[in-house]
């Protein structure tokens, strides 16, 4: 079975442009979750997705959003870029339930200029 | 929102050697606490995981010891190899049943040959 999926691995944008992020889960998973992951302030949960519903969302500002399709790909966007937006962003997918854990992919690398 | 605080920040063990890294969270309403190792360049991968009815579990070289009294646990890994070298992070996750897992700060583990 093909893993979590994410494109592109790195990006290099300027402050002030937006970014859109990419990550197809592993097959047959529903459930997608968001992660930003930097030195100073770790992992951090941005929002997770299931059904083409935002389930849960965590502490970041409304210019971080995304989306799910009806095959349960998911994208990210993030919108008036700051310096503070670098990262390694992860997606992780998994089945609903109480036992199942997260499948994470291995990020997409935000260098904000 | 930190509510998992892991220790040490870094180790060294020598090859052979017993690897621990602690953990404690501090809110009661986690029901599933997993360990995931990460390698330069990769997604966090998840190691093990553990519910809190159980005050041991083992896999391989790896054990998680769970003290629900105390809101600590921790990872031992027997026969450090120097492919063990990684960061390892010990999460939570809320017993409501999403995927908002919190993370510990990281350890950086580097087993000496």
């Known amino acids: 079975k093909a893993g979590v999926t994410q494109t592109p691995r790195y990006l290099i944008k300027t402050r002030g442009q937006q970014v859109t992020l990419s990550c197809s889960p592993i097959s047959g998973h529903r459930s997608v979750s968001w992660y930003q992951q930097t030195p100073g302030q770790g992992l951090q949960f941005l929002f997770e997705?299931?059904?083409?519903?935002?389930?849960n969302k965590g502490n970041f500002p409304g210019r971080f959003s995304g989306r799910q399709f009806s095959n349960s790909r998911s994208e990210m966007n993030v919108s008036t870029l700051e310096l503070g937006d670098s990262a390694l962003y992860l997606c992780a997918s998994s089945l609903l339930g109480q036992n199942s854990p997260l499948h994470f992919g291995n990020g997409t690398r935000l260098t904000v200029t | 929102q930190q509510q998992v605080k892991q220790s040490p920040q870094s180790l060294i063990v020598q090859k052979g050697g017993i690897s621990i890294i602690n953990c404690a969270y501090e809110?009661?309403?986690?029901?599933?606490f997993p360990w995931y190792q990460q390698f330069p360049g990769k997604g966090p991968a998840l190691l093990i995981a553990?519910?809190?009815?159980?005050s041991e579990k083992k896999e391989g070289r790896f054990t998680i010891s769970f003290n629900k009294s105390a809101k600590q646990f921790s990872l031992h890994i027997m026969d450090s190899q120097p492919g063990d070298s990684a960061t390892y992070f010990c999460?939570?996750?809320?017993?409501?049943?999403?995927?908002?897992?919190?993370f510990g700060a990281g350890t950086r583990l580097t087993v000496k040959p």
């Open positions: 553990i519910r809190p009815d159980v």
């Open positions: 997705y299931f059904s083409e519903t935002q389930r």
């Open positions: 999460a939570a996750r809320p017993e409501y049943n999403n995927n908002d897992m919190r």
């Open positions: 809110n009661t309403a986690f029901d599933y």
